[in-house]
């Protein structure tokens, strides 16, 4: 026999699932959160401090502080491990916001490899090369503020749509510091700036709020 819901009944259904979701983000990334935060914001400051401090030749080299980021997944997947998950409860909501990330990750590596090829197989001048290492940090800004604008409307948590407007707005930035100021050193304090408004404070907020819910 099958079971009838009600308007009132669905959008019940979808708010707990909602709610459940939002709870499971508490739970289960905040921390991630939080670490993938701090260690884009200090990579990028130590990045802007390399710069402006090294002669040109060090200078130039001091991209590959990057790099780091990829012993930093491998300590977030720990870190994920270490998380109490079989507690968790998982949703249809929490499957959308993992392929939102899974997503992005996908999109940032055919980025980095689409600007880097375009840069060594450029058949125009090489001096012009410097204009496809500007793009890749506001482009990656706009793509982790559509993914967390996703997440932000999936779970409907405020921080993460106010993390993904500093997301968009550091993009802009970065490129009027270009146009206006002539600098690219800048865009890594901007970089850094928005970890932190829209990676760290949710993920402290959220671990706050797990706290009190327990």
């Avoid at 999936?154 to 146009?179: N, Q």
């Amino acid at each position: 026999m099958e079971t009838k819901f009600t308007e009132q009944q669905s959008l019940a259904v979808i708010n707990e699932m909602i709610d459940r979701a939002r709870n499971n983000i508490q739970k289960g990334n905040a921390n991630s959160l939080i670490f993938h935060g701090y260690t884009v914001a200090l990579v990028a400051i130590a990045n802007f401090i390399l710069v402006n401090t090294l002669p040109d030749e060090l200078a130039a080299k001091s991209f590959n502080l990057w790099w780091l980021m990829i012993f930093s997944n491998i300590i977030d997947y720990f870190i994920k491990r270490k998380t109490d998950r079989s507690k968790i409860v998982r949703t249809q909501i929490d499957g959308i916001i993992s392929y939102i990330w899974k997503g992005f990750i996908i999109s940032i590596s055919i980025l980095l490899i689409v600007l880097f090829a375009m840069a060594i197989f450029n058949p125009y001048k090489v001096e012009y090369n410097w204009i496809f290492f500007a793009l890749i940090t506001p482009l990656i800004m706009i793509m982790m503020a559509i993914a967390e604008f996703g997440m932000a409307k999936a779970c409907r948590y405020k921080p993460f749509y106010l993390g993904a407007i500093c997301f968009w707005a550091g993009a802009l930035l970065c490129v009027l510091s270009y146009i206006i100021l002539r600098r690219g050193d800048l865009q890594f304090l901007i970089l850094a700036a928005c970890m932190i408004v829209g990676f760290v404070i949710p993920g402290h907020i959220l671990n706050k709020k797990a706290k009190q819910n327990v």
